[in-house]
């Protein structure tokens, strides 16, 4: 069991969009649709903001939208704003009810 | 509003136990079918999920973490609790407990973490 890639960074300017990959197997992102998403800031606790790939929890901005495509789900915010600099974690069932993490992926508001 | 606090040694030596204990307030631990979770965090890495278990004593585990796991629950407190035996300087993190949007959404609600150092 291998924690999902993400891409290290990326950064957008206030208003863009910016798209978060999460890159998985057929063992995990590709074989079930369950992709949750959270957004941790700076010494706090996680958020979740997406799962079941593409569903927001209650009292999450609709900016925020989840995807997959085969082996590689995507978190994308939309309408960029200060606050969404964090970082950002995707994690996927892996099947025998087990989960696996990515490794993160920092998110920078230019 | 379901609230959720670690607690536990914030140091253990290596090759000892860790125990820590997650205590649920404002809601009862049997009821709407959740899964609580552990999940930890080394410093500045990302998240690991430890394992999660149901009311009913199901267990399900981290297969890299499995040999020395054990997640239990005491409904009758409200709690459930971690154990994670032989530890290493490796197994310092932040450890937060959650409960889960079912079996695949883990941390609907996170305890604010407890950081546990293994050193000497």
């Known amino acids: 069991q291998s924690a999902l890639t993400q891409p290290r960074s990326v950064s957008g300017s206030p208003g863009q969009s910016v798209a978060i990959s999460c890159t998985g197997t057929?063992?995990?992102?590709?074989?079930?649709?369950?992709v949750s998403w959270y957004q941790q800031h700076p010494g706090k606790v996680p958020k979740l903001i997406i799962y079941d790939v593409n569903k927001r929890p209650s009292g999450v901005p609709d900016r925020f939208s989840g995807s997959k495509s085969g082996n590689t789900a995507s978190l994308t915010i939309s309408g960029l704003q200060a606050e969404d600099e964090a970082d950002y974690y995707c994690?996927?069932?892996?099947?025998?009810?087990?989960?696996?993490f990515g490794g993160g992926t920092k998110v920078t508001v230019l | 509003q379901v609230q959720l606090q670690e607690s536990g040694p914030g140091l253990v030596k290596p090759s000892q136990t860790l125990s820590l204990t997650c205590t649920v307030s404002g809601g009862s631990i049997i009821i709407g079918g959740y899964y609580w979770s552990w999940i930890r965090q080394r410093p500045g890495k990302g998240l690991e999920w430890i394992g999660y278990i149901y009311h009913t004593g199901s267990t399900y585990y981290n297969p890299s973490l499995k040999s020395r796991l054990i997640i239990s629950v005491d409904t009758s407190k409200n709690q459930f609790s971690l154990r994670l035996t032989s530890v290493t300087a490796a197994d310092t993190a932040v450890y937060y407990c959650?409960?889960?949007?079912?079996?695949?959404?883990?941390?609907?609600?996170w305890g604010q973490g407890t950081m546990v150092t293994v050193s000497t």
């Open positions: 057929s063992s995990d992102v590709g074989g079930y649709n369950y």
């Open positions: 994690c996927s069932y892996a099947g025998s009810y087990t989960l696996v």
């Open positions: 959650a409960r889960d949007l079912g079996i695949a959404a883990p941390g609907e609600i």
